[in-house]
């Protein structure tokens, strides 16, 4: 099995990239999270084209040449600590086949952000680096907490996050260990049958989404079922689920852990044997705690469900 490596530690004063891969964002959505960044003694530094705005059918921040470009940078130029995802949307699909780790390679750096960037950490683990799927700078903005942030700092310090969590009543029971996987369930599913696609092989995989129909979310589960990864993976965890249906007849449509749509996915596995935990927080949520993909995780589950990297 092939050694994750994990980006050395930051130390006060290092330069954070604040960069836009896919949709387009204004200065006032990052004021807060780049006040942030100062305020825990780090530089943020600006990717060039992090406010450009470009309207192809969506509006993204950037060209693809631009936003190549500025994660290009990001991620070579040696001054450069850490990598910080303005936002998701769409459009990271663009950069993948384009990125270039020549002094990457040499002076790994942590490449933090969820949603749409699942891409880049897919990308990112088939080549052997570590990341951190957490809040983008964006939502600093939405009033998510702060604790959420605060151990993403913590990270990047070198510290790893152990985790506490409720009893849910979906769960299946298990004890595991093993690297973790995944990310955004509509990029995972975008991916599968490519070469950037995650390798689940004894994984223990992590999903989430926001915004989906509700059969949209169970062919993306039927996808996962029909490429042969529940038969791979060693362990599931489930974070938020969230917008989910039509919003005037769901009632849960506001709530983080829609519970029809986690009825709908513990259906569909219930004759998989592999552990599952459901409720972790982590995802589009205002409480949106940082995993490590590639990291090795350790699960125990008894009265309380505890996830340790």
Known sequence: MKKIIFPKSLKKGDKIAVISPAGAVDATQLEKGIEMIKSKGYEPVLGEHLYTKFSNGYNYAGTEQERIKDINWALNDNEISAIWAS????????????????????????????????????????????????????????GVTGESYNLIFDILKGQTPKYSLKSHQFNKQGNIEGELVGGNLALIYALLGTKYSFDFKDKILFIEDIGENFYALDRMIMSLELAGVFNKISGLIIGGMTNMGDEKENKQYEESFDEFAYKLISDRISKYNFPVVFGFPNGHIKDNRPLIIGGNVKLEMKDKVKIEF
Do not use: M
């Open 87 to 142: 936002r998701g949307g769409y459009g990271c699909q663009h950069l993948i086949e384009h990125l270039d780790l020549k002094n990457f390679t040499k002076n790994p750096k942590w490449y933090i952000g969820y949603s749409d960037n699942t891409v880049i950490q897919s990308y990112l683990l088939k080549k052997g680096f570590a990341s951190i799927h957490g809040q983008t700078i964006k939502t600093s903005s939405f």
